[in-house]
């Protein structure tokens, strides 16, 4: 027997009314129409693929009661999704502010930038706290974007070359630990 899937249940509520096989690639519909020899039957028709728009073109012209059902519960779920006291879907709006910051990140070419950056390097070079994966720690991260929302936290990659860049540099002398300092 095929294995029957619930593949796309949760974004149609057409899926209500199909069964899908994922198999042969088929939608059954399982809308009950009882008659006075068979009280339990059902529709039964075969519908190829799981497009939901196929389905509700099977319910239009076989039980267009049930897709009518199906619109007006549609409506409903919509209407409930906006914000009753405004109209206004509930996503919210970015606050001016918020807004602001994202527009006015640092370029990475920009002077602010490149100090962070060559400052973070010296730090993540010479520290014996994770090295490399601090900057893709996730609590480090917001650490710098309280700090300074503008300023964007480079990649793994880019902090590794900005710290050999500074390993270079003769006015600069950083010490990179690998098993922590030694005694002696």
Request: aromatic share 6%.
């Amino acid at each position: 027997m095929a294995e029957v899937s619930v593949l796309g249940r949760r974004k149609s509520t057409v899926w209500k009314h199909f069964d899908y096989c994922k198999e042969s690639d088929t939608s059954v519909c399982t809308i009950h129409m009882p008659t006075t020899e068979d009280p339990s039957k059902i529709c039964g028709k075969t519908l190829k693929g799981n497009f939901p728009t196929n389905l509700k073109k099977h319910l239009k012209k076989m039980h267009p009661a049930v897709l009518k059902e199906i619109e007006e519960a549609e409506k409903v779920s919509k209407e409930n999704r906006k914000d009753t006291s405004s109209g206004k879907q509930r996503k919210a709006q970015l606050t001016l502010e918020t807004s602001l910051e994202h527009h006015n990140r640092y370029t990475e070419s920009s002077i602010q930038y490149k100090a962070i950056t060559t400052k973070l390097a010296i730090f993540v070079g010479s520290t014996n706290v994770g090295a490399l994966s601090l900057v893709e720690n996730q609590e480090f991260r917001d650490l710098l974007l309280a700090l300074d929302k503008r300023y964007q936290v480079p990649s793994r990659k880019k902090i590794s070359k900005e710290i050999d860049a500074v390993c270079t540099r003769p006015e600069k002398s950083i010490f990179v630990w690998t098993s922590g300092p030694s005694l002696g």
